[in-house]
């Protein structure tokens, strides 16, 4: 058995899940959650979206290529979607939660038209830090992501543990019904549902 096996077999019960917090310290353990995500989404017909904020976009490709999924031919079908949190569009929804649930609605229209089977949906979290959202604002924001159905939506919001402090961990953890952190992923006893 390969890694990338053994990785996708760790990440398999991820299939059904609608939210999950990713916390990672190596880009290894950031992709290794994320890859074999993709790579069963699309093996799905999901679309799958990246918003990208530490990593360029260059990388990720790189690292996705590395693992057997062929960007240029999915960005090219449609099936992926890649863009960064410096676009102006995506910079803009980083601080208005409308704009981001219109944003998150267009996609999932754009889904239906176009046949796909969801959508898979990863960001890297650390455009907060950044943008210097309030830990209160945040909180509201994964708040509203628990309480909308949005259909055919799996969203992953991934946090850099070398760049979250632990006074915001425990609340992004306490926000989230899935937890991946250490390759393990666990229900949530902290989750809180109001």
């Known amino acids: 058995m390969t890694q990338a096996q053994a990785t996708s077999g760790v990440f398999a019960s991820l299939d059904s899940i609608e939210h999950v917090c990713l916390m990672y310290r190596t880009p290894t353990e950031q992709f290794g959650a994320v890859i074999p995500w993709f790579r069963s989404a699309i ?45 102006p569009y ?19 229209v754009d889904v ?46 991934q946090f850099n543990d070398n760049r979250f402090g632990p006074e915001i961990f425990d609340e992004i953890v306490r926000l989230h019904p899935t937890v991946i952190f250490n390759g393990q992923v666990s229900s949530n006893s902290q989750y809180a549902t109001a």
Do not use: H
């Open 90 to 108: 995506i910079r803009r929804i980083g601080f208005d939660m409308n704009a981001l649930f219109t944003y998150v609605d267009a996609l999932c």
């Open 112 to 157: 239906m038209q176009r046949g796909n089977g969801g959508i898979c949906l990863a960001r890297e979290m650390t455009w907060s830090l950044v943008d210097r959202l309030s830990i209160q604002n945040f909180m509201e924001s994964e708040e509203k992501l628990n309480r909308i159905p949005i259909p055919r939506l799996r969203l992953m919001c």
């Open 43 to 87: 093996e799905r017909g999901e679309r799958c979206v990246y918003i990208a904020d530490g990593d360029s976009i260059s990388e990720i490709r790189l690292m996705l290529n590395s693992q057997g999924i062929t960007v240029d031919t999915a960005l090219e079908a449609g099936v992926m979607l890649m863009n960064t949190s410096s676009d």
